[in-house]
């Protein structure tokens, strides 16, 4: 293994100044995220279903079935950890315990690049990885993406070990434990169950020496992976199956229930939520977003470039065009290059490149959905920072080495520097002193970020203890309502088109138990527009005019009382 340090550290800064400065960025790195994350939760999965569904349980007294929430029947892992703060009151913490999975990744990255490149190497790995803006996003949330993304890699590494050390199997039922515990984190490391599946029986009928008995042993090896893998993840497997017939609920669940889902639609007239579930991403995205067949093509190459935050067409986050730059040159040929390493590279890079496309035709395009490949990619990256040093130093001399050393530092830095000013940018935008130094209150902080946090705070003010509420095109945001409610607008705007008189919209909704509407009135009323015809408009005016009371509005948001009103 190689474990050269760069030249231009060594010769002009010294190791141990440059692990200073490498360790003093890091802490910088860390400080930021602790104080962006010293702030009321708001990000908009904290407050649908991450902390959500986990104070539905406290407030229940355990976990149980909420239809109506689809999201619920995730794994939930890393929400059940949030369980913990919240029992005392305390919804800050949870985005600790999601950004311990940073640290714990950026340590498993430090770890396997000591030993073939170097501390200062690893450190600027570990640099990379926690100053990445999709990583510095998610660790100021209380989100599960952290959590899927130290598992997988977790596992990858392990099933490297398995290889490296002549396929000892306690390295493959520990790498099939890690990625069970991906799984039953987020659906989406199905994807990596499917790669690191696929490359067990690859690498060892490759690699092993002994050829004998070969099919049998490469199958026991599969199956002691898969197997223990999904044992990790079965209590979720079970509770869906028990709730939903469909032990991954709600995916494929035209598969597992087709007849029943498909009569219970058609009955219904449900109304498709987003045409790609038809359609596919990729067609959605040339008919939604009016994207060409190359644009589309290019998609695996502009994620690295293109992301932006809040905007799904440009994947809903940001990563760093570097991180694809400089992974190429981990594939430099260099003759001093171990076989072992050049192997170990290939696994990743395949891994990288397979979990992008099969993410880029089953789901939409997220860096979220495909952040499992980021760990590799830095480590890649960083390999391929040492081979750009050494090519520098083997192919010059005197003082066009040094020019060539310092070009390649430069490189780094500004990766480092777009890094740093997404991070400047997130840290104007969450504006935690305005919080952290009391200048505004928690109900302030948040109000500026949820618009109906107001009408929330109303609710739990006033309204009954056994009130019913309804959001209607709220985003889901329940976490801040204290009383029951119920997110699924689809129920609203079915009564409407089923209806044929108020009376029938009314009866619909007391038939679920509902008591309160709150309603975002523009986004609403657009609907309205889009979806009624003029009839429907009409028993809708009139359901509103006899049928209910508006007892509170701001913001745009109006909360009204179901109650026939006095004639």
């Known amino acids: 293994m190689m474990n050269k340090e760069p030249l231009f550290f060594t010769r002009y800064f010294n190791k141990e100044k440059g692990i200073f400065l490498i360790a003093l960025a890091l802490l910088i790195v860390s400080v930021s ?3 962006m994350s010293l702030v009321p939760p708001v990000s908009r999965d904290e407050l649908v279903h991450h902390l959500a569904v986990p104070k539905l349980y ?8 909420i239809p109506y929430m689809e999201f619920s029947y995730f794994p939930m892992n890393l929400d059940l950890l949030y369980l913990i703060p919240l029992y005392f009151g305390n919804d800050i913490v949870p985005k600790f315990i999601h950004f311990a999975f940073a640290i714990l990744t ?13 501390t200062v190497y690893s450190l600027s790995g570990a640099l990379l990885f926690l100053s990445l803006p999709v990583i510095v996003k998610l660790s100021i949330t209380a989100y599960v993406d952290l959590g899927v993304i130290f598992f997988s890699f977790a596992s990858l590494l392990l099933a490297i070990r398995w290889l490296n050390e002549g396929f000892r199997k306690r390295y493959l039922l520990c790498a099939g434990v890690m990625c069970g515990m991906a799984l039953g984190t987020k659906y989406s490391a199905i994807v990596a169950l499917a790669l690191i599946s696929l490359f067990i029986p690859f690498l060892y009928s490759r690699y092993a020496d002994d050829k004998k008995m070969l099919m049998p042993r490469t199958l026991l090896h599969f199956i002691i992976f898969f197997v223990t893998a999904v044992a990790v993840f079965s209590p979720w497997m079970i509770r869906n199956y028990h709730w939903k017939g469909n032990p991954i609920y709600p995916l494929y669940n035209n598969i597992f229930n087709p007849p029943v889902q498909n009569a219970v639609e058609k009955k219904e007239g449900r109304i498709e939520k987003r045409p790609e579930q038809n359609r596919g991403e990729l067609t959605y995205r040339a008919i939604v977003y009016g994207e060409s067949g190359l644009e589309i093509a290019m998609l695996p190459l502009r994620v690295f470039f293109q992301g932006r935050d809040d905007e799904p067409r440009l994947f809903d986050g940001r990563l760093n065009p570097f991180l694809l730059i400089f992974s190429v040159f981990a594939f430099f040929p260099k ?3 171990p076989a072992a390493i050049r192997r170990e590279n290939m696994i990743m890079v395949s891994y990288s490149f397979l979990y992008i496309l099969i993410a880029m035709f089953t789901t939409a395009m997220r860096i979220r959905y495909i952040s499992p490949i980021i760990p590799p990619l830095i480590v890649l ?3 391929g920072v040492k081979n750009l040093f050494e090519i520098s130093r083997e192919r010059s001399s005197g003082f066009t080495r040094s020019i060539g050393s310092a070009f390649v ?10 890094n740093g000013s997404y991070g400047v940018e997130l840290f104007g935008r969450v504006k935690p002193l305005t919080y952290i130094t009391g200048s505004i209150t928690r109900d302030e902080y948040i109000t500026g970020f949820v618009p109906e946090y107001p009408a929330l705070k109303f609710i739990n003010k006033t309204l009954a203890e056994d009130s019913k509420i ?9 976490y801040y309502c204290d009383r029951d409610y119920v997110t699924d607008e689809a129920l609203f705007t079915r009564a409407i088109l089923a209806s044929n008189n108020p009376e029938m919209i009314l009866s619909s909704l007391k038939k679920a138990g509902i008591t309160h509407v709150l309603v975002s009135l523009l986004v609403f009323d657009k609907w309205v527009k889009d979806n009624c015809s003029p009839v429907k408009q009409e028993i809708l005016k009139s359901f ?9 509005y701001e913001n745009g948001i109006g909360l009204n009382i179901l109650q026939k009103k006095n004639k």
């Open 58 to 65: 406290l407030k229940h007294g355990g976990i149980y079935e």
């Open 381 to 383: 990256s960083i390999l």
């Open 470 to 478: 309804l959001f209607v095109y709220l985003g889901r945001r329940g």
């Open 409 to 418: 530092i430069l490189l780094f830095l500004i990766s480092l520097a777009m």
């Open 335 to 337: 003759k001093n290059i």
């Open 544 to 552: 509103f005019r006899e049928y209910t009371i508006p007892i509170y």
């Open 106 to 118: 950026a340590w498993l990255i430090f770890g396997y690049l000591k030993k073939r490149a170097g």
């Open 33 to 35: 995220v602790i104080i």
